[in-house]
């Protein structure tokens, strides 16, 4: 049967028609999908962990008890599980287990756009990186095949384009699972002390060397010799974005980007005259094919920075291209923005107006750093906002005194804000951190965690209460407030700012898409036109909601225009009536 | 199936909300359907909602991008008028263009802090030769309800594709639930003859 399937629907297809039954993952653009989609299949385990490094675990224990594992992240997620993935490099796996890395160029939904194709190559993985949905699909099932072919962990590679690309995908026929699991004992292999992580360092040697000698035969790295003149070495969606433009050129697509098949690259060197590596991103082939000793053309041509596309690599080849060109047209930006109703607005509308440094972190809230709001200072990466307003508070000493706040949201404090909380009561920081909680994972799309109280699978759980968290990590100053009421916000926040030692205040109201939580919307208010003066405090929230529209001046009246507000959009969340001075929205 | 070997390639763009993933995934299904081999790609995550939304939708015999690249759609459709103008280096002077009448603001626009594009088509016009407008909000609400505007434009887009109009209808009644095909089916009618 056929059906058309986006990059991660289908790996979570040929995950399941591989007979794997085990996952776990944190979400993560554009990774979040492919365990969504995998969770839904007939008998099996999936799991949201609490963040990428408990997922790798998570699944490193599911194979060494025998279980083959999947376990799914978003590129910088790879970053933060790195530790167990470059051990459980030296101790094998037992069973099967694969690590999906979906990477961003471009940085569509991101902080950085890191190729993770390094980390196959730095911790001595085997990758395989599909260009279509067809291949993400088949590829998941070699991916394990080659898991346990070789007692190795395998990284399947995706990038937005391919995960979040649709196109025909044939489906297979599902291997029955089998269960194979039982505790075994192997402390020679799993315990990595060092004297036995020596032992076992020689054997990630071995294994790819042999490793290599497979990806000589490994059938999906695809020799088509067409044009002897040029060739094109190449992988991923980029293949697909050549063939559109040269279609006549020869290429060798590397299904298996770590390790390269040496002799492969070779023969294919001597075949064509003239070659290009096509690559997003790092010369990571370039560099290894040129260390190979063999001539090819590549970043010198290609850019370093943001994903492809068939005219940008036509364009680098093919120089004086002529056409039709016409100029972009300068039309005002639609940056992505907080929803009508979204309980960050009056949050960050009073934190705006402080005089403090707010550092940020990674959530929908992020999006307040843009204007009006101007509410958020930095963002690095997931659970920096805490560590980061500890050591300014900290640097500043005094100066920093009722001036530094750190924000975060529940999914992304329970990801990775525990442990910097946990030092900020214990170095005796300053600081005032805001847990922004709308009990969910907004931002990917509503996943769950451990304080929304339900599982991946929509099974009720032990709920997280993060108020008792903090209290048991040794913060002592503690306020739950809810953002929609800006009087309460306010004093809130300036009584924390003003206290010695840490506080937290945990900013409680659940995201207005939420399904589960959705709260009756109120009435949307409107406003009175005749009372509206025109100042623009309410456009000042930034809510989509509300507009300004012109009006003609009455007469012996300076009034430009008023304020309207979009009934469709307004969910009656009522902070726009807080900041009026006029009374007049209600 | 197809007459000849070329790829055609159709730009859908818009802002978020005006379901537009909904629509390229309703054509996608038609065109699989119909024999193509096809691809779309669109890019979703951060908080999309009014942010700007485009889908790349190629069939033909075979596909390889996803992606077309600048300069070369054949089929240009745009959900939200001042949108048709953000993605001019995607077109050729034959491009087909439509472009629905419906405003959305962008926030600047919101804030006062400057002013919303005029003679769009007009404009238009000068550079294209294939420029249609049409006011799908108004035709979706004559079908039953605004919120159809997409099947309205889907539509208007079909006049321009080499598919059969049943495969349209059966798509579209798989599309949606029992209660809702037959005013879909009444807003493709009216799109395909505005």
Known sequence: MKVLMSGNEAIARGVYEAGVRFAAGYPGTPSTEIMEEFSKYEGVYAEWSPNEKVAVEVAIGAALAGEKALVVMKHVGVNVAADPIFTVSYTGTNSALVIVSADDPSSHSSQNEQDNRNYAKFAKIPMLEPADAQEAKEFAKLAFALSKKFDTPVFLRSTTRVSHSKSIVKLGKPVAYQDKTAITFNPEKYVMVPALARLRRVEVEKRLEKIKQYAEIFRENKMEINDRRFGIITAGMPYNYAKEVFPDFSYLKLGMVYPLPEKLIKNFAKKVKKIYVVEELDPYLEEQIKAMGIDVIGKEIFPYTNEFDPGIIESAIKKNLKGDKFPAQKIPSRPPNLCPGCPHRGLFYVLGKQKVFVAGDIGCYTLSYMKPLQGLHSCICMGASIGMAHGMSKALKEKGKGKVVGVIGDSTFVHSGITPLLNMAYNKSDALIIICDNSTTAMTGMQEHPATGYTLQGKETKQLDLKLLVSSLGIENIKVIDPYNLKETREAIKEELEKDGPSVIISQRSCVLFKRKNYATEKPVKIDAEKCTGCKVCLGLGCPAISWKRIEPKEGSKQQGISVIDEGLCTGCGVCEQVCKFEAIS | ?194
């Open chain 2, 1 to 194: 199936m197809l007459k000849n070997d070329k790829v055609k390639s159709v730009l859908l763009a818009g802002v978020g909300g005006q379901g537009i993933l909904k629509a390229s995934d309703i054509m996608c299904a038609v065109l699989m359907e119909s024999g193509f081999d096809v691809k779309k790609s669109e890019v979703h995550g951060m908080a999309q909602r009014g942010g700007c939304v485009t889908s790349h939708v190629r069939y033909g015999s075979k596909v390889y991008s996803p992606l077309e690249k600048l300069g070369n759609i054949d089929i240009f459709i745009s959900f939200e008028k001042m949108e048709s103008l953000r993605y001019l280096p995607y077109l050729r002077k034959d491009s087909s263009i439509i472009v629905n009448s419906d405003k959305v603001y962008p926030p600047e626009v919101n804030l006062g802090s400057c002013s919303y594009p005029h003679n769009i088509i007009k404009n238009l016009k000068k550079k294209f030769g294939l420029v249609r407008e049409v006011d799908a909000s108004d035709l979706a609400r004559k079908a039953g309800n605004s919120k159809t505007a997409n099947i309205v434009l889907l539509g208007a887009l079909s006049r321009l594709v080499e598919v059969d109009q049943k495969i349209w209808n059966h798509v579209i009644a798989k599309s949606f639930p029992e209660k809702l095909i037959k005013m879909n089916l009444t807003a493709f009618q009216m799109g395909f003859y505005a």
